[in-house]
């Protein structure tokens, strides 16, 4: 099925970096939602995009939606310990959501 | 404050039998979809349907079943287990104008393993 492109694909940081991650597409979208999955649990919610050039924020993480509707990205700031987990955007077509292929993230303390 | 219950949280099956995972969510949103995810793999989709009476395949349709006689549930249904669905089951619902999602909220997952 489609997919979105992310990157990076994995990455290891040291606590108290920044982090960034994005997906991409060469199809235009009206939404871009990120989510979060630790292991042995469901994707949980991060930030919800619903406007070209919207960005937000949600404590430590902010996102933006791209202005071409084509690309979001996803900041982490301070990064600690408990930030490790899968970190994946999504975005809607006709009735199926698109997902991108996923970040992991591993915080080195 | 129940959002999208997913039950079982675990199940074991002999091959060739069969069993319904359950998914209720009560926000009252008209998509409800199910997602297969296979380790260090994304989420697949299964089945989803965009209201009462109307279900849709998704990408790896063979071996589950699903119906939706009410807004709040969508259970699917694996007719014959094989070892190759042994995976982690995900319900998910929404809202969704048609061309555009809206959040989707996750159950906390289904772990299935087929013997």
């Known amino acids: 099925g489609q997919q979105l492109n992310q990157s990076p694909q994995s990455m290891f940081i040291q606590e108290g970096e920044d982090v960034s991650m994005n997906c991409t597409s060469s199809?235009?979208?009206?939404?871009w939602l990120w989510y979060k999955q630790e292991p042995g649990e469901g994707p949980v919610l991060l930030i919800a995009l619903y406007k070209a050039g919207e960005l937000t924020s949600n404590g430590r993480l902010t996102a933006q939606f791209g202005i071409t509707r084509k690309d979001s990205f996803l900041n982490i700031s301070a990064s600690i310990p408990s930030d490790v987990g899968i970190y994946f955007c999504?975005?809607?077509?006709?009735?199926?959501?698109?997902f991108g292929t996923g970040t992991r993230l591993k915080v080195l303390a | 404050n129940a959002g999208v219950t997913q039950t079982p949280k675990f199940q074991v099956l002999k091959t060739g039998q069969s069993m319904t995972l359950q998914c209720a969510q009560d926000m009252n949103h008209e998509y409800m979809s199910w997602y297969r995810q296979d380790p260090g793999m994304g989420l697949r989709l299964i089945h989803y349907?965009?209201?009462?009476?109307?279900?849709d395949q998704g990408e790896v349709p063979n071996g589950y079943n699903v119906s939706r006689s009410t807004t709040e549930d969508f259970p699917l249904r694996l007719l014959s287990a094989a070892p190759s669905q042994t995976s982690v089951y995900f319900c998910?619902?929404?809202?969704?104008?048609?061309?555009?999602?809206?959040?989707?909220?996750f159950g906390e997952g289904s772990w299935l393993t087929v013997v």
């Open positions: 998910a619902s929404s809202f969704y104008t048609g061309t555009s999602g809206n959040t989707i909220y």
């Open positions: 349907s965009v209201g009462a009476g109307i279900t």
């Open positions: 999504l975005t809607s077509g006709t009735y199926k959501y698109i």
């Open positions: 199809s235009i979208f009206n939404t």
